[in-house]
């Protein structure tokens, strides 16, 4: 509180007879007003002290969010490691079995090639 402020005067509260009256109901009057003001700050303190709990208990959610997010990339990325392993053995398994096809193909070409042959040649010495 400024220093004049204590002493202004209130012409409904001032009294010629006695002046000390007046300056105490004004100093009566001003610590009312400050037991309000001090009673508003209190509450608006309850008010933020509510609402850093609530922020910090909404933090604390995000950060177990978080956390969980980053448990479960790590089991997708074991998942991905396993699922890479796996397509490596596939790959490996289809190249044997296109190898055997191709095995089992140029056998049938060249089985059918003589066959093919020897028939031509069965029919030639006929019509000769």
Same mark, same amino acid.
Do not use: Y
């Given at each position: 509180?400024?220093?004049?402020?204590?002493?202004?005067?209130?012409?409904?509260?001032?009294?010629?007879?006695?002046?000390?009256?007046?300056?105490?109901?004004?100093?009566?009057?001003?610590?009312?007003?400050?037991?309000?003001?001090?009673?508003?700050?209190?509450?608006?303190?309850?008010?933020?002290?509510?609402?850093?709990?609530?922020?910090?208990?909404?933090?604390?959610?995000?950060?177990?969010?978080?956390? !969980?997010? %980053? $448990? #479960? =990339? @790590? &089991?997708? /990325? +074991?998942? *991905?490691? !396993?699922? %890479? $392993? #796996? =397509? @490596? &053995?596939? /790959? +490996?398994? *289809?190249?044997?079995?296109?190898?055997? =096809?191709?095995?089992?193909?140029?056998?049938?070409?060249?089985?059918?090639?003589?066959?093919?042959?020897?028939?031509?040649?069965?029919?030639?010495?006929?019509?000769?």
């Amino acid at each position: 509180m400024r220093g004049n402020e204590a002493r202004r005067r209130h012409p409904e509260i001032q009294s010629n007879e006695h002046p000390m009256e007046s300056r105490i109901a004004v100093i009566e009057n001003d610590i009312r007003n400050l037991k309000e003001n001090v009673a508003k700050l209190f509450d608006g303190m309850k008010a933020a002290n509510v609402a850093i709990t609530k922020l910090l208990m909404g933090q604390a959610a995000i950060r177990g969010d978080i956390n !969980t997010v %980053r $448990a #479960e =990339m @790590g &089991t997708v /990325r +074991a998942e *991905m490691g !396993t699922l %890479r $392993a #796996e =397509m @490596g &053995t596939l /790959r +490996a398994e *289809m190249k044997g079995s296109m190898q055997a =096809m191709e095995a089992k193909f140029m056998r049938w070409f060249v089985a059918t090639a003589l066959s093919c042959a020897a028939l031509a040649f069965s029919a030639a010495k006929l019509l000769n």
